[in-house]
Structures are given as C-alpha cells and as structure tokens.
C-alpha cells in the first residue's frame, strides 16, 4: 500500500467525502494496485469508479475482482492522446505466460503502447531477467480511446490516477488540455520521461494550483 497516496486521499477527502475517480491502466485489478488494499478495507467512501484495461485477459481478470465492488465499472479500451477513437497496437506479457513458464511475476504489469521505456524493452530489468520474458512479449491491436473523451465523459471525476507504462504524461496533458478539469488528487508515473518534459508537466499541474510530492516513480498531485 501506497503510505503516501493514503495520506494524501485523507487529506483531500475528510469525513469520508466521495471519491468519483478514473483509473487508466487497470490491470487485473489487484497486482501493484494502489486502491484495491481501500476498496477491501473499506477505508474511503467510492461513489463510482471507472477502470480502462485494454488486454483482454486481463480485463476479464479486472472484472473478476472488481465483481464484489458494485461501484466500480470496467472498460475493455486503451486510453491514449489521439483526437477520435480507433486502434493501435499493445504489446504486453500474457498471464497464461507468466504462469506456465514461471516468468517474473513483475511482467504481469508492464502492457504499453511502447517498447522503449519500460521492461517490454528491458529497461529496469537485468539481462537476465529480461532473457526470460523477451520472447514471451505478445503483440494485439487494441480499441483506444481519446483521454479528452473519457474526461468529457466523467467530468466529475475527482480523482485521476494512471499507469501507462512510460506513457503517462501524453494521457495527463491530454486529460488537462481543456482546461475545465481539476481533480482534487491526480497520480501518474513518471517514468522514462525526459527531463524536460517532465518538468514542463509538472510546472503546468503547479500552475493549475497542485502541491505535488513525488513516491517511487509516481507523482502525487494534491489540489491546494
């Protein structure tokens, strides 16, 4: 569990005022999630949740775990920084895979539009470790849809949280590219950003008035 992010939710929601928040990159529901120890425990009110996870092995894994939370809905889509819908390629590392040939448990969650900035491309794995899953990585097309869309659509969201794999910045600009959404709490990674991107990412959410901390390779973005 996330202490930081705990802390921060107690914050931003006293006397367990509701959360209405949007996750982007759901995997399975439970591996590496931040909100799943919450929802079991009960720790804060969630009046509706909205969960996107393209894969869909993992989708039906995500809707398996998410059956026991009736606030929750899942979407079996890839949010991405496009203008309309469409599709795009999504590589990733099967579940089946991970169990069958004993593959670091680690992979389960590194899906992504891109190769080249996270552990499908071995970054922040050893060679040995990533010998084991270079030739497990899969390849599918998958359904996108436009961040400012899913934004128009949950307008009162007012928590955000994304896990792209490297590609978390493209989807908070678009998500804030309008100009009309202020969540109380945003949390991304980032991750294999350059640092001048990163920065200028982080100079407009300070702008748009967000104290911002950073955990691990997370940033937590905590409306003033």
């Known amino acids: ?3 930081v992010l705990s802390d921060v939710l107690k914050r931003a929601f006293p006397n367990r005022e509701p959360i209405r928040y949007i996750q982007i990159g759901g995997n399975d529901g439970i591996h590496a999630d931040p909100l799943y120890p919450h929802h079991v425990a009960r720790t804060f009110e969630f009046e509706w949740g909205q969960i996107f996870e393209p894969i869909p092995e993992y989708f039906d894994l995500l809707m398996a775990n998410m059956r026991q939370f009736p606030y929750v809905k899942c979407h079996n889509l890839a949010v991405d920084d496009a203008t309309a819908p469409g599709q795009r390629e999504f590589s ?3 579940h089946a895979d991970i169990e069958k040939f004993g593959l670091p448990g680690s992979s389960k969650g590194i899906g992504s539009f891109s190769r080249d900035r996270n552990a499908l491309g071995g970054i922040g794995y050893d ?3 990533f010998s084991k899953i270079e030739s ?3 390849t599918i ?4 849809v436009p961040a400012k869309d899913v934004i128009r659509q949950y307008s ?3 928590f955000l949280l994304t896990d792209c794999e490297g590609y978390d910045v493209e989807i908070i600009r678009s998500a804030f590219s309008s100009g009309n959404f202020k969540p109380r709490v ?3 990674e980032d991750y ?5 991107i990163s920065q200028s990412t982080l100079g407009e959410l300070q702008a748009l008035g967000y104290k911002v901390v950073r955990s691990g390779n997370d940033v937590i973005c905590e409306l003033a």
């Open 127 to 129: 060679e040995g470790k």
């Open 136 to 138: 497990h990585i899969r």
């Open 141 to 144: 097309q998958v359904q996108t």
């Open 92 to 94: 990733y590392v099967s």
């Open 192 to 196: 294999q950003i350059s640092k001048d």
């Open 186 to 188: 945003v949390q991304y």
């Open 156 to 158: 009162d969201a007012n």
């Open 1 to 3: 569990m996330n202490s």
